[in-house]
């Protein structure tokens, strides 16, 4: 199987390419839409949006001083074990 990319208008690399919303006849590729000047104020929908699922913050468990006392007693003791 083979695969053929188009050619990006503005840095020539062979990449996978789409239409440019601000300039619709430029074919432009991940890299070169990441670094458009236009893509902080003027382009409201930028070609390649990138985004980062999230998961959610997980909430440390607080550990009592007690508690980190005896897991320190505990490593050592298998430290010293080994």
Same mark, same amino acid.
């Given at each position: 199987? +083979?695969?053929?990319?188009?050619?990006?208008? @503005?840095?020539?690399?062979?990449?996978?390419? =789409?239409?440019?919303?601000?300039?619709?006849?430029?074919?432009?590729?991940?890299?070169?839409?990441?670094?458009?000047?236009? /893509?902080?104020?003027?382009?409201? %929908?930028? +070609?390649? =949006?990138?985004?980062?699922? %999230?998961?959610? &913050?997980?909430? =440390? /468990?607080?550990? !009592? %001083?007690?508690?980190?006392? =005896? &897991? @320190? /007693?505990?490593?050592? %003791? &298998? &430290?010293?074990? !080994?």
């Amino acid at each position: 199987m +083979t695969i053929y990319w188009d050619r990006c208008d @503005l840095c020539g690399q062979y990449r996978p390419t =789409r239409s440019c919303t601000i300039i619709p006849s430029l074919q432009v590729d991940i890299h070169c839409c990441a670094a458009c000047p236009y /893509r902080g104020n003027k382009c409201t %929908s930028p +070609t390649w =949006r990138i985004e980062i699922p %999230s998961t959610g &913050l997980k909430t =440390r /468990r607080e550990i !009592s %001083s007690e508690e980190k006392e =005896r &897991l @320190l /007693r505990e490593l050592e %003791s &298998l &430290l010293k074990g !080994s």
